[in-house]
């Protein structure tokens, strides 16, 4: 008998057994609210808006017109004008990003693309090599590159192949400014693993503000839709002013403005 309430004694009673049960229930509640109060809700991306201006190079004066805007904007620079690398380092050293504006050959031979384009009766070879030429123009900071002109250029799949495969060995991303609706630069850089975008829209195709705002609501739009756009317009001291009007509204819409190589996937 005595040895039965020996070992009796050694069992605890129900009532701490349940009384610990609860405090450390209670212990591990309290842990788990503290550990969800300390990790942040998950950030919802914002849209995401680039704006390129093309056409830098001839001179000064918009380069300095665009410095005035405080925004991410990407800079364009055709080769061989007389201010091309001097806009494109003072740029980046100003923290703008900077494209070479690639000259290559329009539907018709009235329109000249300028020195340096790329022509659809050239060899592989020479698209190659005029490719690499305007490349180096530059100073070494560009990051991408857009076409400049090139409805008939863009459209032929081996002329795309042989300049797309040329950017590739540099990283450089392809805007595919969509001068056609017969432009092939978007799905053959996508097929080559080339970072690439296209434009969405045109921003000053006429030379008024109330279009030019227009068109930035445009490219609002397309950009809460989508979650990304891309516009494009032109170093004209009107598309710069109505542009740096048009930024508050964009970023009061929630919007952030970032460089093509933010959206070039």
């Known amino acids: 008998m005595g040895e039965w309430i020996s070992k009796n004694k050694k069992k605890p009673p129900n009532i701490l057994i349940l009384f ?46 665009i410095y005035e805007i405080p925004a991410r904007l990407t800079l364009s620079i055709l080769p061989y004008l007389p201010y091309s690398s001097e806009i494109a380092r003072s740029a980046v050293a100003k923290g703008y990003e900077v494209m070479l504006h690639l000259p290559m050959e329009p539907l018709s031979p009235l329109h000249n693309p300028g020195k340096g384009a790329i022509y ?26 857009n076409n400049h002109m090139g409805s008939r250029a863009t459209a032929d799949e ?22 056609s609706k017969d432009a092939l630069g978007f799905s053959i850089a996508s097929e080559l693993g080339v970072r690439t975008a296209r434009r969405d829209i045109f921003l000053d195709n006429e030379k008024d503000a109330d279009y030019i705002r227009a068109q930035i609501k445009k490219l609002i739009e397309k950009a809460l839709k989508d979650k990304k756009a891309i516009g494009i317009g032109h170093a004209h001291s009107l598309t710069l002013e109505v542009i740096k009007e048009m930024v508050p509204e964009i970023e009061k819409k929630g919007i952030k403005l970032v460089f093509a190589s933010e959206i070039a996937q």
Do not use: H
């Open 20 to 65: 610990f049960s609860l405090i450390i229930l209670w212990c591990s509640l309290f842990l788990i609210k503290s550990i969800v109060k300390k990790i942040p809700p998950p950030e919802i991306p914002k849209p995401k808006i680039a704006i390129i201006i093309d056409d830098f190079g001839c001179c000064k004066k918009a380069a300095q017109k």
């Open 120 to 145: 659809t009766k050239m060899s592989q070879e020479e698209i190659t090599s005029q490719t690499r030429k305007d490349i180096i123009n530059l100073p070494p900071v560009i990051k991408g590159v």
């Open 158 to 179: 081996r002329v795309m192949k042989a300049m797309l495969q040329e950017l590739k060995k540099d990283n450089l991303y392809y805007i595919d400014s969509v001068t």
